[in-house]
Antibody, heavy 126, light 110 residues
């Protein structure tokens, strides 16, 4: 079964740092791009970051650019989000999501869709 | 960049059809056919329902369909069922190589 499990969330003070992780299993992690998406309490979804399959390309939403860093370790099937200079409005559930989609015969990984999601990890900045 | 514009809520009775709109700009929805729709039930992770504007992933009901005209994409759900009650989000790839979500639409099945 394809699975993504986030961890590392918690309570942090404004201005602090936190690193959340996402462990992938059940698929060939290294061939897929990955994303982080967050959802503030009672609010909608917000895409915040993307990393390609080998880590050579990363993109960020303006709201986190310069403060957050996405990275991955393909040998360990792990995705990371390093969050610095945290603000109260960064409080959210953080989801990792696999980039791409698969049909019965093929997987397409260079497309801006998210076909497998974790259950999320909660980050509270207060 | 501002979120794509969706109605905050829509409703329909079982068996009816509803359509959710998603309006962007020439820099996102109007620029590419990289529009997707996600369904999210309360306290659950989102689920991909439509990609490439019109394509359903395997396992998604044929009652869900997508379309696009200019800067506006749409999701239509036909034959509404109770389990369709959820939040729906559109997304689009942008000319800045980012992804943008819509603000979300709460679907109520009456």
């Amino acid at each position: 079964e394809v699975q993504l499990v986030e961890s590392g969330g918690g309570l942090v003070q404004p201005g602090g740092s936190l690193r959340v992780s996402c462990a992938a299993s059940g698929h060939t992690f290294k061939i897929f791009s990955m994303n982080w998406v967050r959802q503030a309490p009672g609010k909608g979804l917000e895409w915040i970051s993307y990393i390609n399959k080998n880590g050579s390309a990363t993109y960020y939403a303006d709201s986190v650019k310069g403060r957050f860093t996405i990275s991955r370790d393909n040998a360990k099937n792990l995705l990371y989000l390093q969050m610095n200079s945290l603000r109260v409005d960064d409080t959210a559930v953080y989801y990792c999501a696999r980039g791409g989609y698969c049909t019965a015969s093929s997987c397409f990984t260079g497309v801006p869709y998210m076909d497998v999601w974790g259950k999320g990890t909660r980050v509270a900045v207060s | 960049q501002s979120a794509l514009t969706q109605p905050a809520s829509v409703s329909g009775s079982p068996g009816q059809s509803i359509t959710i709109s998603c309006t962007g700009t020439r820099s996102d929805v109007g620029a590419y056919n990289y529009v997707a729709w996600y369904q999210q039930h309360p306290d659950k992770a989102p689920k991909l329902m439509i990609y490439n504007v019109t394509t359903r992933p395997s396992g998604v009901s044929h009652r869900f369909s997508g379309s696009k005209s200019g800067n506006t994409a749409s999701l239509t759900i036909s034959g509404l069922q109770a389990e369709d009650e959820a939040d729906y989000y559109c997304t689009s790839y942008t000319t800045s190589s980012t992804v943008i979500f819509g603000g979300g639409t709460k679907l109520t099945v009456l």
